[in-house]
């Protein structure tokens, strides 16, 4: 992919996380696939960042998937950025590190210490982050392992990698 259109679509991406809603029809989706402490933990989440996770749950459905464990996970996979740990603003901060001086970025995600690395290293880790959350809130470890896998495109959340890619 060319620069030219990698900027494009990470300016389109923005743009969709600044304008993103949940509809009411995507309440009846959570409500189906999340227990009500899994609820609270999506709501932790950006409103952006909860339409990029529905927008990969439906696109999992759309493929045929029924797996209500690999469909929660897709509703959650993102929640290690939610709570103020990966704020909007830092984000173009992280993509840039990432393409153009990712050994920097590693260094600075590294470790959460001190606070003002803490973005990085929630950025770095939000797989691992958020399965930890979604242990605590008491989902099956089966849906824990999806959620902390979802960025190996080999591993058992290998179909939420590939639609998480495309949303």
Not at 45 to 58: K, P, T
Not at 74 to 101: E, N, Q, S, T, Y
Not at 138 to 163: C, F, K, N, S
């Amino acid at each position: 992919m060319g620069m030219r259109v990698r900027v494009v679509y990470r300016v389109s991406q923005a743009w969709h996380l600044l304008t993103a809603r949940v509809r009411p029809e995507d309440e009846q989706c959570i409500a189906t696939l999340l227990p009500p402490a899994a609820r609270a933990l999506f709501a932790t989440m950006s409103v952006g960042d909860q339409r990029h996770c529905l927008n990969v749950c439906y696109a999992l459905q759309a493929r045929g998937c029924q797996d209500r464990d690999l469909l929660a996970a897709a509703l959650l996979h993102d929640v290690g950025k939610g709570g103020g740990r990966v704020r909007f603003w830092m984000r173009p901060v992280i993509v840039l590190l990432r393409a153009l001086a990712p050994a920097l970025l590693r260094l600075l995600a590294a470790s959460p210490r001190p606070f003002w690395r803490q973005p990085f290293y929630a950025a770095w880790r939000h797989a691992d982050i958020g399965a930890d959350l979604a242990a605590a809130a008491g989902l099956p470890e089966r849906v824990t392992l999806l959620i902390r896998t979802h960025h190996d495109p080999q591993g058992p959340a290998a179909a939420l990698h590939a639609v998480d890619d495309q949303n």
